[in-house]
């Protein structure tokens, strides 16, 4: 019974390559792509007839000799997949040749042997085909990828896509399991029951292991039918008989809104949420932030939005619906559109819940969603299946995607729980630097889990010092008066981490949900800690440890060992500390607590942080980890591994001395390409600005390559990025990020689909400009000494800061077909562009589900750096303000037919909204507006309001009581952000 089963699986394994040229290949930095052959190819020594096109380059012919540069054709150091193939071969011939012809004649796409084979090489013979030859090198990983559309094909027999539960549940490790088991009980030189059934790779394991797969190829690959002709075998209730129960997978499992509980490792569920995304002031239970009341967008009401908290095993359903009735005048000028992003989720199977607009799908607007119309379903089912789609116990979170909508308060903690008993008792702490308002970014308290206070001063700033904190050059702020604050009458209290249970260990989930260039310091009161995982995976434990640093996007999962014996009267604070200014700390700190409340304890109530952040300071000496790495002297005097095992060593700890729980095995010898990628002052790759097209680059079949960006596109352009990599299982494409400015942000770069592996990070003195160029003499050609790396469990993440004057080599698996975007986490640096898309396999490969392929979003893509920009229009709305280029256009959107808008009024008109002698009469649907050029002027300010309703002197109803009225800068050097204090 196996042995048809295995004849069934190798069958759909035909491999080779057409012509014996290379599908994609590339050379150095740059990628050609196949166009043909031409016998005059010898002319110029090359070595074969295999001619292509420079990627960007169509009319671009290039065929190639023997050089010194790396090619992905010709990477000796790549294992040899015709070795793995040919065993392949050698065992399928023998598994042909126990069956009867009946029995053979059976088998659907039965492969061509090697028996009459003309290869030169009889190991390089799969098929029939030969591999191996020519340019096709062994290592290629396109060789391999051969197989995938040929496996597609095969499975078309059964209606199989991209998104089959076949492909889903076997593509990847237990297609290999399957093979290897197989190998072990039926070549005869390897025969040996014990092996065969109870060995580590034998059947039992490999059914435990991979029963959903099994079951679905008996199911596809058995029908009924074949049970008559087979003398009544029935492969499903054999296997069932003895212990793996394949009727049992097809029941649902249990639906539940409530999926915090003990994590038994036989009771999976599917949990459902419904969340609902909604502009709403901060006055009330569940977000009133910091005490101020001000302009929020809340999930459900609450800020952060509701913990996710599930087991592994579960699949999780979040049905999502946008009900932003109006505006809330994002800095950014955005939409009321916006999506739903997991962060750190792999969305391995389902790249189409990803949840970033453009790139994996259209933006969900209220009015689409009210229409129900073919761009997204109503209501949007986000979510993941734990087994299938990458997402192993750990600690994630949730947030828009959309401009600044995260900025004001859309986010919110994802836990996924281990099966089993827990070892640690759990809490979350959700951290974010906090705004003015949504117009006005200049940060004025931190809030831990939505909860803060403001003190009786806080931060104001000029435009400038606010674009220079924004660009992560370090904003300089001053102090204000506050106007709320009140120590008799606050409206909020720090948050509350209560030990029920003294000395036992207490598991703390930190979430950096942080928006801008601000990272946050956390120590907790006469505790140590242990650091035990890091974005979601676990790591060799860093015990002792003081203080931990967090960026935008990060997470630490540490372990509190808590005290049997503790003070009485006041609890323990949990202190977290953030600046603006990296040169300057106290221009524009902030920072705030949290209670650690042990029994007994009693809360200051009417505790408040200062100004001075007194307390934040400590001058004993510390245990670091993941401190912002700007620090050069810090860096070089860095606790290494494995010295940060050792207690009594002080020092910062960097995640280049980290260590992964679990080796990678084919990290360092599979590597497809590598690509070098330098940050500049400008804020983007390569000095190229990320733009998007009105067809998410996921919903594109075939991919339009009109306006991406090539090798011939100038520096400081805007096109659309994309990284293009082959959808290769076990090979890794190579990325160095160099962070050329020394003093500028240590960019938090985000990778969407999955984690990167960290083999590689330095910086250098501020006597070498690590370029570049810099960096890829030192990694290509080993001047002055080779970048090191290390492979022996590299510690993997999905967010990391890249050190200014320095690098971080990063090295990320090639298994995940789909369009991740790749992206700077600082909120202002994604919105201008400093992001590309990392391009995974083929629109064929890539599973859409129930999304429309080449439909338009209704909504076109924003520009990066002040382009179209929206400003919805309605009663009860604030008064917008926004900064544009010249030329730009502006559009005024609204819904009634109840509304105009007057243009260009005088700053004394739009003060009073005084709106004699202008229209008041009202007309359906938008008004456009472009911004003057300045021909050489300085910047202007252009003002705007309703003209509906004029009372007897002029003031007009809708302006004044309605809050219709903007405010639009032009400028050339505009930035996201203008503000007024």
Same mark, same amino acid.
């Given at each position: 019974r196996l042995l048809t089963l295995g004849v069934i699986l190798i069958s759909t394994f035909s491999i080779g390559s057409e012509d014996g040229c290379c599908k994609h290949k590339h050379v150095g930095d740059h990628m050609y792509l196949y166009t043909g052959l031409d016998d005059t190819t010898s002319d110029y020594a090359c070595v074969s007839e295999c001619v292509y096109s420079k990627s960007g380059e169509p009319d671009s012919k290039f065929c190639f000799k023997d050089g010194n540069q790396k090619s992905a054709c010709k990477d000796d150091d790549v294992k040899p997949y015709h070795q793995f193939y040919s065993g392949l071969s050698s065992l399928h011939g023998y598994l042909k040749s126990q069956l009867t012809?009946?029995?053979?004649?059976? =088998?659907l796409n039965q492969p061509e042997d090697?028996?009459?084979?003309? @290869?030169?090489? +009889?190991?390089?013979?799969?098929?029939?085909?030969?591999?191996?030859?020519? $340019?096709?090198?062994?290592?290629?990983?396109?060789?391999?990828? $051969?197989?995938?559309?040929?496996?597609?094909?095969?499975?078309?027999?059964?209606?199989?896509?991209? @998104?089959?539960?076949?492909?889903?549940?076997?593509?990847?490790?237990?297609?290999?399991?399957?093979?290897?088991?197989?190998?072990?009980?039926?070549?005869?030189?390897?025969?040996?029951?014990?092996?065969?059934?109870?060995?580590?790779?034998?059947?039992?394991?490999?059914? =435990?292991?991979?029963?959903?797969?099994? @079951?679905?190829?008996?199911?596809?690959?058995?029908?009924?039918?074949?049970?008559?002709?087979?003398?009544?075998?029935?492969?499903l209730a054999d296997f069932t008989s003895v212990g793996f129960d394949c009727f049992d997978l097809d029941k649902p499992k249990p639906t539940s809104h409530q999926c915090d509980r003990p994590c038994s490792p036989n009771s999976p569920r599917k949990c459902v949420f419904d969340f609902t995304l909604e502009v709403l002031q901060s006055d009330a239970a569940g977000r009133r932030a910091d005490g101020r009341v001000r302009s929020v967008l809340a999930y459900n009401g609450q800020i952060p939005g509701p913990p996710i908290v599930i087991c592994e095993g579960d699949e999780l359903v979040v049905n999502f619906k946008n009900d932003i009735t109006g505006n809330m005048t994002n800095m950014d000028g955005s939409s009321s559109g916006t999506t739903l992003h997991f962060h750190g989720i792999r969305e391995k199977t389902r790249p189409w819940s990803d949840g970033v607009p453009f790139v994996s799908q259209c933006p969900i607007t209220p009015e689409c969603q009210k229409h129900k119309n073919n761009h997204n379903p109503f209501p949007f089912p986000y979510g993941f299946n734990t087994d299938v789609d990458g997402a192993p116990a750990g600690t994630y979170w949730y947030h828009s995607h959309v401009g600044a909508q995260r900025t004001n308060g859309a986010y919110g903690a994802l836990i996924i729980k281990e099966k089993g008993k827990d070892a640690h008792i759990d809490k979350i702490l959700v951290l974010q630097e906090w705004y003015e308002s949504s117009t006005n970014q200049v940060p004025v308290s931190i809030l831990i889990n939505g909860n803060g206070r403001t003190g009786e001063y806080i931060n104001t700033g000029e435009d400038a010092e606010i674009t220079k904190h924004l660009k992560g050059k370090g904003g300089s702020f001053q102090l204000k008066k506050n106007k709320y604050f009140d120590r008799n009458n606050f409206k909020t209290n720090y948050e509350e981490c209560i030990i029920n249970e003294p000395g036992k260990t207490y598991r703390f989930r930190v979430i950096g949900a942080i928006s801008q260039n601000f990272p946050l310091r956390l120590s907790i009161d006469d505790h140590k800690f242990t650091a035990i995982a890091m974005d979601s995976r676990n790591i060799e434990p860093v015990p002792d440890l003081t203080d931990l640093w967090l960026a935008a996007g990060e997470r630490y999962d540490i372990v509190v060992q808590t005290k049997a014996k503790y003070k009485s009267f006041l609890p323990y604070m949990i202190r977290v500390f953030g600046y603006t200014n990296q040169h300057n700390h106290a221009a524009g700190s902030l920072c705030t607590i949290a209670?650690?409340?042990?029994?007994?304890?009693?809360?200051?109530? #009417?505790?408040?942080?200062d100004s001075a952040c007194t307390g934040f300071h400590p001058s004993s000496p510390l245990r670091t980890l993941n401190p912002v790495p700007n620090n050069y002297?810090?860096?070089?005097?860095?606790?290494?591994?494995?010295h940060l095992k050792n207690s009594s060593k002080t020092g910062d700890i960097f995640i280049t001395d980290l260590r992964a729980k679990i080796q990678e095995p084919t990290i360092k010898t599979n590597l497809a390409d590598t690509q070098y990628i330098e940050f500049d002052g400008n804020i983007t790759f390569n000095g190229l600005r990320m733009t998007?097209?009105?067809?998410?680059?996921?919903?594109?079949?075939?991919?339009?390559?009109?306006?991406?960006?090539?090798?011939?596109?100038?520096?400081?352009?805007?096109?659309?990025?994309?990284?293009?990599?082959?959808?290769?299982?076990?090979?890794w494409a190579e990325i160095?990020?160099?962070? #050329?400015?020394?003093?500028?942000?240590?960019?938090?770069?985000?990778?969407?689909?999955?984690?990167?592996?960290? =083999?590689? $990070?330095d910086k250098y003195d501020n006597s070498i400009t690590a370029n570049r160029d810099f960096i890829m003499d030192k990694d290509q050609k080993c001047l002055g000494g080779c970048l090191p790396q290390n492979?022996?469990? &590299?510690?993997?993440?999905?967010?990391?800061?890249?050190?200014?004057?320095?690098?971080?080599?990063?090295?990320?698996?090639?298994?995940?077909?789909?369009?991740?975007?790749?992206?700077?986490?600082?909120?202002?640096?994604? +919105?201008?562009?400093?992001?590309m898309v990392l391009q995974i396999g083929e629109p064929e490969d890539w599973c859409t589900?129930?999304?429309?392929?080449?439909?338009?979003?209704?909504?076109?893509?924003?520009?990066?750096?002040?382009? &179209?920009?929206?400003?919805?229009?309605?009663?009860?709305?604030?008064?917008?303000?926004?900064?544009?280029?010249?030329?730009?256009?502006?559009?005024?959107?609204?819904?009634?037919?109840?509304?105009?808008?007057? #243009?260009?009024l005088t700053e004394a008109q739009y003060d009073s909204c005084n709106v004699t002698g202008y229209d008041h009469a009202h007309y359906v649907g938008n008004a456009n507006w472009t911004a003057p050029m300045l021909n050489g002027h300085g910047p202007e300010t252009f003002y705007f309001a309703c003209g509906r309703f004029p009372n007897a002197t002029g003031i007009g109803d809708h302006c004044y009581n309605g809050g219709m009225k903007a405010k639009i800068h032009v400028r050339s050097d505009c930035t996201i952000s203008v503000c007024t204090a």
């Open positions: 012809p009946e029995q053979a004649a059976m =088998v090697c028996s009459n084979s003309n @290869c030169p090489n +009889t190991e390089y013979c799969w098929h029939g085909q030969c591999v191996g030859e020519d $340019e096709t090198d062994p290592g290629n990983p396109e060789v391999y990828i $051969e197989a995938i559309p040929k496996l597609r094909k095969y499975l078309s027999l059964f209606n199989h896509s991209a @998104c089959s539960e076949v492909i889903i549940e076997c593509y990847g490790v237990c297609l290999d399991k399957i093979v290897k088991a197989l190998a072990i009980c039926f070549n005869d030189w390897w025969w040996d029951v014990k092996s065969c059934v109870f060995g580590p790779h034998g059947i039992l394991k490999t059914a =435990v292991d991979c029963l959903p797969c099994i @079951c679905l190829l008996i199911k596809e690959h058995w029908p009924d039918w074949y049970n008559e002709i087979w003398g009544g075998l029935d492969l209670w650690l409340l042990y029994p007994g304890q009693t809360i200051d109530y #009417k505790h408040v942080t002297k810090a860096w070089n005097n860095r606790i290494k591994y494995p998007y097209p009105r067809v998410p680059f996921l919903l594109q079949n075939p991919a339009d390559e009109t306006d991406r960006c090539t090798t011939k596109t100038p520096a400081n352009y805007s096109c659309q990025n994309v990284l293009q990599e082959p959808w290769a299982k076990d090979h160095v990020l160099v962070n #050329k400015n020394d003093g500028a942000a240590s960019h938090p770069i985000h990778q969407h689909g999955g984690w990167y592996w960290v =083999v590689g $990070e492979f022996i469990n &590299p510690p993997a993440k999905d967010t990391i800061q890249v050190p200014p004057n320095g690098y971080v080599i990063l090295r990320t698996p090639l298994d995940n077909p789909g369009t991740w975007i790749f992206h700077c986490h600082i909120n202002y640096h994604v +919105t201008i562009g400093m992001a589900k129930h999304l429309h392929q080449n439909v338009p979003c209704k909504t076109p893509p924003p520009p990066p750096g002040g382009g &179209p920009t929206t400003i919805h229009w309605f009663l009860g709305m604030e008064n917008a303000e926004r900064c544009v280029n010249p030329g730009t256009e502006v559009t005024f959107n609204w819904v009634t037919d109840d509304h105009n808008v007057i #243009k260009e």
